[in-house]
């Protein structure tokens, strides 16, 4: 029997939130050691796992290292785990920011032990939602994660810390709500929970217990609630602002990811024809949240705040790649995923490093920390580069991918002017993005900074490994690209072009 690689990645940090919770008398550093071990050896086979992957096999429904055990037969549903072009990806961004997101946590001495134990707990979520093939298990992990964010955000957080929380908590189990509407509406249409299953045949042989373009719109709503689409996005500046560093990088970095995740997995895949249809209303919707995003964004006074409605304007690259429906607007969207990841989870760090040694987050009162700073100004400054999509960056690779690929789409009238209008996201972008640059480190030096401490040794490690991995990206994309459309292939094949 093979190692099941899969189920350690994503089982050995709640293994580890469990000994953190409940071995007795472990001193703070043991803790945070536990934690750094429990997510290091995940990240570690997650990158073997992507050395590991076979690229020659683009067979329709091609999922590997797959795992499959009876879990609850009168039902049919089954634990079922497996990668592909597309899940693989997320399972090592995730891997990287959970690993990461302990050493940005090390300076966390409020009641370490229970912080610890959720954010291991948040990455198990997270990871079991990028490689479940069941919609059972897809649902639970799914829910799982509202659990720790919720008490990471209420205790650990700032600001209106429990009104952020409970927010989060609303939009999501409404969302959730419907989407579980639409997976039981799914299995009473099928009576299988398999997603490679139900990709495989179809829903042309089933009478659907309701119309099948409600059960589309029924798991899009959850979806888009987590990515977040406008107008359902309004929980994710509040959470962002007022969540602890670390769990805004995990919430930017991956948790939003699920909501793109779920759309291409389970919108495109299982009801290719829906998509078709009704792709131009979410085309719109794209290039809304694209342009609000941005202009909101450039209306923002706090630093955390402003960082989060640009998150808004990047999603909606990710749901014009989406629903643009070639194979490189896809593939771009899913690279564009896994960029923000990187690009907005240092900017986060950043932020927070900017935050804890200057004591200040509004941008009216920063100014000159280039000169106190100037290792956090210089990392700041290429993340901000990353996040408006500067050449060499992956954030460049990722939109360009988005935006060729949508030009050139026909499966969708007008999306020509669509994607214009997008571009112009690019636009704003680098007016927020060079502003906040400006603002924060470029201005008049200001006295009350003097002697406010640069990032220390532990700080750089984190913070140049993500710099490290938005070049490589950027200046070698098809390390990512060569994988992703592997995953992307079988789905194009789905879509039928108009002739």
């Given at each position: ?31 945070k ?138 939009y999501?189990l409404?969302?959730?709500?419907l ?82 995740y779920g759309?291409i ?6 009801f ?16 809304i ?10 209306r ?97 690779a ?7 690929g ?22 704003l972008a ?15 030096v ?54």
């Amino acid at each position: 029997m093979s190692f099941s690689y899969l189920s350690t990645i994503v089982f050995l940090p709640v293994i580890g939130a469990i000994i953190i919770a409940f071995v007795p008398g472990l001193r703070d550093r043991a803790i945070k050691s536990i934690a750094v071990i429990f997510t290091a050896v995940p990240l570690a086979l997650a990158i073997f796992l992507f050395v590991a992957f076979d690229r020659s096999l683009v067979a329709a429904g091609t999922f590997q290292f797959e795992e499959k055990v009876a879990w609850i037969p009168g039902i049919n549903a089954f634990y079922h785990l497996g990668v592909d072009g597309i899940s693989l990806p997320m399972v090592v961004l995730t891997a990287l920011l959970g690993f990461l997101a302990v050493p940005i946590s090390w300076k966390i001495h409020e009641r370490p032990r229970e912080y610890f134990a959720w954010l291991l707990l948040l990455e198990t979520s997270i990871l079991g939602v990028f490689t479940s093939l069941d919609l059972l298990l897809f649902f639970l992990f799914w829910e799982v994660e509202i659990i720790p964010m919720y008490f990471l955000i209420s205790i650990w957080g700032t600001g209106r810390r429990e009104y952020s929380a409970i927010k989060y908590v609303v939009y999501t189990l409404f969302g959730s709500a419907l989407m579980l509407a639409g997976i039981l509406s799914l299995y009473f249409t099928t009576g299988s929970l398999s997603i490679t299953d139900i990709a495989v045949t179809g829903l042309g042989e089933y009478t659907a217990v309701i119309p099948v373009a409600a059960i589309f719109f029924l798991l899009l709503a959850g979806f888009a609630v987590k990515l977040p689409v406008f107008p359902v996005h309004t929980w994710l500046p509040d959470a962002h602002t007022d969540a602890p560093t670390a769990v805004s990088v995990m919430l930017a970095g991956t948790l939003i990811k699920m909501g793109g995740y779920g759309m291409i997995r389970l919108n495109v895949t299982l009801f290719p024809d829906v998509a078709q249809q009704y792709a131009p209303i979410l085309v719109i919707l794209a290039v809304i949240s694209v342009l609000y995003g941005a202009a909101v964004t450039l209306r923002q006074t706090d630093l955390k705040r402003l960082i989060a409605y640009s998150s808004i304007s990047h999603m909606g690259y990710v749901l014009l790649g989406i629903f643009a429906l070639t194979p490189i607007s896809l593939t771009g969207a899913t690279l564009q995923m896994f960029s923000h990841g990187v690009v907005t989870g240092l900017l986060f760090a950043m932020a927070g490093l900017v935050m804890h040694n200057a004591h200040e987050r509004n941008l009216a009162k920063l100014g000159g920390l280039a000169r106190q700073m100037p290792v956090i100004a210089v990392v700041f400054s290429v993340a901000a580069l990353g996040s408006l999509g500067l050449p060499s960056t992956s954030g460049f690779a990722a939109e360009f991918l988005v935006f060729v690929g949508s030009y050139a789409s026909t499966l969708v009238a007008g999306i020509q002017v669509y994607t214009i209008l997008a571009v112009l996201g690019v636009v704003l972008a680098a007016g927020y993005i060079l502003w906040m640059l400006q603002r924060v480190f470029y201005g008049p030096v200001l006295d009350q900074f003097n002697g406010s401490p640069d990032a220390d040794g532990l700080e750089k490690a984190y913070i140049f490994t993500l710099v490290a991995v938005i070049m490589l990206v950027g200046i070698y994309p098809a390390i990512l690209t060569d994988v992703i459309k592997i995953g992307v292939s079988p789905i194009a094949g789905l879509l039928v072009t108009p002739g």
